[in-house]
């Protein structure tokens, strides 16, 4: 098993830029590929970017192309998400960060096993 908090959240205004972390303990070994995720309120839970356990490979969803990075550093059991240009109210949400034991590129949440609590992101205009 693995714990996963993330942090980093806020309110921030358009244009501006955040990085959120992901903090994982516990069972950390273990090659997870990791995941972000974001839901808005009244929506469904959407993939925003995730990225193999080595780092070298990642993948984002269209919305996050060209704004978001992902990264990793295993040494610290640390995920992170660098988000710029953030738009009002599309990047309003509450941002999960997740793992999973499976290999490939995974962008639905049934992929997952394991999810933290989230952390808010606001988006002012």
């Known amino acids: 098993q693995v714990q996963l908090v993330e942090s980093g959240g806020g309110l921030v205004q358009a244009g501006d830029s955040l990085r959120l972390s992901c903090a994982a303990s516990?069972?950390?070994?273990?090659?997870?590929?990791m995941g972000w995720f974001r839901q808005a309120p009244g929506k469904e839970r959407e993939f925003v970017a995730g990225?193999?356990?080595?780092?070298?490979?990642?993948?984002y969803a269209n919305s996050a192309k060209g704004r978001f990075t992902v990264s990793r550093d295993n040494a610290k059991n640390t995920l992170y998400l660098q988000m710029n240009s953030l738009k009002p109210p599309e990047d309003t949400a509450v941002y999960y960060c997740a793992a999973t034991l499976r290999l490939g590129i995974l962008t639905r949440e049934y992929e997952y096993n394991y999810w933290g609590q989230g952390t808010q992101v606001t988006v002012s205009s």
């Open positions: 516990g069972r950390t070994s273990s090659r997870y590929t």
């Open positions: 990225i193999g356990w080595s780092g070298g490979d990642t993948y």
